[in-house]
């Protein structure tokens, strides 16, 4: 049950309530967080994308690359994202993102400049500390910008954050590493998110919290004084089954994806022949394509499909989920890199419709005071267990059968993750029971 202290919104206020218009500039904004959010990824990826290379020279095992692509960065990223994101529901959100955004491009160029394992680890857990700071404010001045009833669709354009940074990190990063070396690409693309924060900070208006809200939401605010306390707000989310599952079934997702996705470019480049200018070119099409439409998509279909049943921000994420499993395993098995490309697709494009349904049901769901530390605290679930699980695991599992599968160990280690999209789409099914619940009560 959720906290009496702090009433969920009422379930008809999205589906029932006419679609007001964005507020002005809205759409501007959300071009600038979007590129933000891009540079985040792609600096957020380009370990993974270059790991061959950053292998060859400084000697990293499979096991060592987990960990600072997993544990090590998740564990600052999640929980410095958590004071940062009740900062920044008492404070300017744009300040906080501008800052975060230029901390983690100076730690980025700090990456290209690491001599050793251990400089890299640094680098790397500072690139998460800044991380922490950009994605939690961007979704609290979106849900600001946008009103109930469009705010799937706002924040689905947002999450296209991911799929570009990566694919254009594959696309630079692959072809700046093939013509100069690796560490330019860091340094180069660092330098970039400099130049983003200042155009953050310059170009980027702190919008009305709950402006656009029903009137409910708008009152609780009021009586919040704008405030909100940190430990209400946290036993508030973890006390509201909704808001604890959902977070839950998008970490198990995220074990999938960030387990597979940290290792597939070393995957295509030692299992499957590609070279760099191969990766840099094809594998970066199929993240744009596949990632980019299966974002793009989903917060249409979300928001279509929610005006019906809350219901639908569950039951979209386990159909998705369900029909990627078979052309994941199709991409594991396929003998050859272009087919390999071929199935993985499917998956690419079927992933990521949790992620606009799981942003979109937690910010309808808090009151507008609490957005910012709300969707901290789902990053938080979500990040903590499925960046700091996914690429560990694959790592870890991948240097335990190096020895007796030296050829393959990384294809046996991503079969390994298939259970995990059981685990994900059964969570996701109990979370639409819940939703169906809360509607019938409503």
Request: positive net charge; charged residues 10%.
């Amino acid at each position: 049950m959720a906290a009496a202290s702090e009433p969920l919104l009422p379930a008809g206020t999205h589906p029932a309530a006419p679609l007001a218009r964005p507020a002005k500039g809205a759409w501007v904004t959300l071009g600038i967080l979007c590129f933000v959010y891009v540079l985040n990824f792609l600096d957020r990826q380009l370990l993974s994308i270059l790991a061959k290379p950053i292998q060859d020279e400084l000697g990293v095992s499979d096991g060592q690359l987990g960990l600072i692509s997993g544990l090590y960065f998740a564990l600052f990223y999640c929980l410095i994202s958590i004071p940062v994101g009740w900062l920044a529901d008492r404070t300017n959100r744009v300040r906080v993102l501008a800052t975060a955004c230029g901390l983690w491009s100076a730690a980025t160029m700090a990456c290209g400049l690491s001599t050793n394992y251990p400089q890299l680890v640094l680098a790397r857990m500072t690139v998460g500390v800044g991380e922490a700071g950009g994605v939690p404010p961007s979704y609290a001045i979106i849900s600001d910008y946008f009103p109930p009833g469009r705010r799937g669709t706002a924040l689905s354009l947002f999450n296209l954050g991911p799929p570009i940074g990566q694919a254009l990190g594959v696309a630079f990063g692959a072809a700046i590493a093939a013509a100069y070396s690796w560490r330019a690409a860091f340094l180069i693309l660092g330098a970039v998110g400099l130049v983003a924060a200042l155009a953050t900070l310059l170009g980027v208006k702190e919008p009305v919290r709950g402006g656009l809200d029903p009137a409910p939401a708008q009152g609780r605010e009021r009586a919040d004084g704008g405030a909100p306390a940190f430990w209400p707000t946290v036993r508030f989310f973890f006390s509201t089954p909704a808001l604890a599952l959902v977070a839950l079934a998008s970490a198990a997702t995220q074990i999938v994806t960030y387990g597979a996705g940290n290792f597939t470019t070393l995957f295509l480049m030692r299992e499957k022949g590609m070279t760099l200018p191969d990766v840099s070119l094809w594998y970066a099409l199929v993240v744009a394509v596949g990632m980019g439409g299966g974002i793009a998509v989903s917060g249409r279909v979300i928001d279509r499909f929610t005006r019906r049943s809350r219901s639908a921000y569950a039951l979209v994420p386990a159909l998705t989920l369900a029909l990627a499993i078979l052309p994941y395993l199709g991409f594991v098995w396929a003998s050859s890199w272009p087919l390999a490309l071929v199935f993985l697709l499917g998956p690419t494009f079927l992933n990521y419709f949790y992620l606009s349904s799981a942003v979109a049901l937690v910010q309808e769901t808090v009151a507008p005071a609490r957005r910012v530390l709300s969707g901290a605290l789902l990053l938080l679930v979500m990040n903590l267990i499925g960046m700091g699980v996914g690429p560990t695991f694959v790592g870890a599992v991948s240097d335990a059968l190096r020895a007796s599968h030296p050829e393959n160990s990384l294809q046996l280690a991503f079969y390994a993750l298939t259970p995990f999209y059981l685990l994900a789409i059964g969570l996701f099914v109990a979370l639409a029971r819940v939703l169906k619940r809360e509607g019938a009560r409503a």
